[in-house]
């Protein structure tokens, strides 16, 4: 977990029809933010199993190799990668959805970034018994600009708004492979059988950056026309280079220590 009220001040607001929420971590805890997220990064990565496994065989020198050489190594990667961690971390904590895999394990290369809807959600809806879905687009800068938040509206509006069929076929086989033969089935059922209405999708537009997202992400929520349900998150760590740095350096340095 995030534990961001450990580390962060919270501030929501209705902007309209929709949900507006700002999470600003507090300086003074900014150390124990950066710990905090750097014990969930490597499970982001790597499966736990997987590294538990290493390490029972070949010990922790080798376990450290393991999850060193799954990090990314350049500034634009790991500010990327840590906003949809972020992200996922939100919605995992803070939101009725799941997030049923982490989808950073299936990189290509550490040092690239990946296509496709950043994070997708999932819940079971009691009254019907099909699943309803969140779709997430997450951007990370150092100084956010609304020309990103624009980006993020534009990846949150492909396909009509909602998850693109690669990103569920993809979620479905994942879950398949790990035997969550319920969950993929009925994801498959929703592409292949009932089909997803719009009214059974929600948005979030997710920002983490070191400057005050809020005036972008109220106007973007403010300005939008569609029919889908949004909420607008933006984690503002001011020191924003260095909180990512220094999750980086302490993933690194807990996997090296004894």
Wanted: hydrophobic share 45%.
């Amino acid at each position: 977990m995030a534990d961001f009220p450990d580390w962060c001040d919270q501030a929501v607001e209705n902007v309209g029809p929709h949900a507006l929420h700002v999470i600003t971590a507090r300086a003074e805890d900014a150390a124990q933010g950066s710990a905090a997220v750097a014990g969930i990064v490597p499970g982001h990565y790597a499966a736990e199993e997987q590294a538990a496994r290493i390490l029972r065989r070949l010990g922790r020198p080798a376990t450290a190799a393991f999850i060193e050489g799954k990090l990314p190594t350049t500034k634009a990667i790991r500010s990327g990668d840590l906003g949809e961690i972020l992200a996922t971390e939100f919605i995992a904590d803070l939101t009725p959805y799941s997030v049923p895999i982490k989808r950073l394990r299936w990189k290509d290369h550490r040092n690239m970034a990946m296509r496709g809807d950043d994070v997708i959600g999932l819940i079971r809806d009691n009254a019907t018994g099909r699943l309803r879905f969140l779709k997430a687009e997450a951007k990370s800068r150092a100084a956010l600009p609304a020309v990103v938040v624009a980006e993020a509206r534009s990846g949150l509006d492909k396909d009509s708004g909602l998850p693109s069929p690669h990103a569920l076929q993809f979620i479905s086989a994942r879950l398949m492979e790990e035997g969550e033969d319920e969950l993929a089935d009925a994801i498959d059922d929703a592409l292949l059988k009932h089909g997803i209405l719009p009214q059974s999708v929600k948005h979030l537009l997710f920002t983490f950056s070191g400057n005050d997202p809020a005036n972008h992400l109220r106007t973007s929520l403010q300005t939008y026309t569609g029919g889908i349900a949004q909420q607008c998150v933006g984690v503002r760590v001011a020191a924003h280079g260095v909180f990512v740095a220094e999750v980086y350096d302490q993933v690194i340095a807990n996997a090296n220590d004894d």
